[in-house]
């Protein structure tokens, strides 16, 4: 099985700066105890208002479904598997983006058969998550440094370790109308 291959997006660094700015002044951040929250949906509207270059750029892998931040404060990314129902329902990979503080953090994936055996919890959005002190027992069966565009098998457990110590650690992930899953299979 492949887990994830990078992609040639042109002029992502371009417009890179175009959406730091935009979560610097105009995001609403989802924050629950005063902690920005790890996923932080971004309305569509705002991706054509503030940073249009990112939907022509990715045209290739067709109509955009959600543009997600994904922020990471601290080294305790959940062991999981992206949103299994709502409007994800069914996605298997997702396109991620560095944006800040990705070189020198990794996406190991972990197999399913090792993980089956420990508990995990499903949220609202379908998100399965695993006690992060699973992951200290796991051996990846793969790993991935976020440094340019990156096809991922979201619906596959996984995590992001921050090896770097740089944070917010802050990153793009996209699903499309059409799943970039096949991008995988090839």
């Known amino acids: 099985m492949i887990f994830w291959k990078k992609v040639d997006i042109n002029g992502y660094l371009d417009y890179r700066r175009d959406i730091l700015v935009y979560l610097n002044t105009n995001f609403k951040w989802r924050i629950i105890d005063g902690i920005p929250q790890f996923w932080n949906p971004v309305p569509l509207i705002d991706v054509d208002t503030y940073f249009s270059q990112l939907t022509t750029s990715v045209i290739q892998y067709g109509s955009i479904k ?4 994904c922020f990471l404060v601290n080294d305790n990314s959940t062991l ?4 299994t129902c709502g409007l994800n329902a069914g996605v298997k990979a997702r396109l991620n983006i560095p944006l800040l503080n990705c070189a020198g953090s990794i996406t190991a994936f972990y197999s399913y058969s090792d993980i089956v055996k420990y508990p995990h919890t499903t949220n609202a959005g379908g998100t399965k998550t695993w006690n992060n002190l699973a992951r200290l027992h ?3 069966v793969t790993t991935i440094e976020l440094n340019q565009p990156t096809i991922l098998r979201t619906s596959e457990p996984h995590t992001v370790l921050n090896k770097n110590n740089k944070y917010p650690r802050i990153s793009l992930t996209i699903s499309f109308e059409e799943d970039v899953v096949k991008y995988l299979e090839k």
Request: negative net charge; glycine residues 0%; proline residues 9%.
């Open 80 to 83: 999981h598997i992206d949103h």
């Open 66 to 69: 959600e543009v997600s931040v």
């Open 138 to 140: 796991l051996t990846p």
